[in-house]
């Protein structure tokens, strides 16, 4: 059974940086999309970005486009999110989801596939 655990998070200025990762247990992601979702407290989960099983396309949402990089490393079975130019709205619970990709390709608001969540970490954006 594969599990995924996020850590990385944290309190941070705005303006500044974090990195989350996603590391799975159980099972390999090669084959897998992996996503990033965040829920801030009182507002519905919203799709953050996306990376493709072979690493070939990402997809972001428009709040965190050019803000934040998605990466992965089928060697080490993990993903990452890089976070820069933090702001107070991006202040939430992240979560890293996964799920079989068919078709190299994914969208970050998508959820159909995704089969497997991470328990969430939070980020807090705060001066």
């Known amino acids: 059974q594969l599990q995924l655990v996020e850590s990385g998070g944290g309190l941070v200025q705005p303006g500044g940086s974090l990195r989350l990762s996603c590391t799975a247990s159980?099972?390999?992601?090669?084959?897998?999309?992996i996503s990033w979702f965040r829920q801030a407290p009182g507002k519905e989960r919203e799709g953050v970005s996306c990376?493709?099983?072979?690493?070939?396309?990402?997809n972001y949402a428009d709040a965190v486009k050019g803000r934040f990089t998605i990466s992965r490393d089928n060697s080490k079975n993990t993903g990452y999110l890089q976070m820069d130019s933090l702001k107070p709205e991006d202040t939430a619970v992240y979560y890293c989801?996964?799920?079989?990709?068919?078709?190299?390709?994914?969208?970050?608001?998508?959820?159909?596939?995704?089969?497997?969540w991470g328990q969430g970490t939070l980020v807090t954006v705060s001066a």
């Open positions: 159980g099972s390999s992601l090669k084959y897998n999309v």
């Open positions: 989801a996964t799920g079989l990709d068919s078709y190299d390709s994914c969208s970050a608001s998508q959820d159909r596939v995704l089969e497997q």
């Open positions: 990376i493709s099983r072979t690493g070939s396309r990402t």
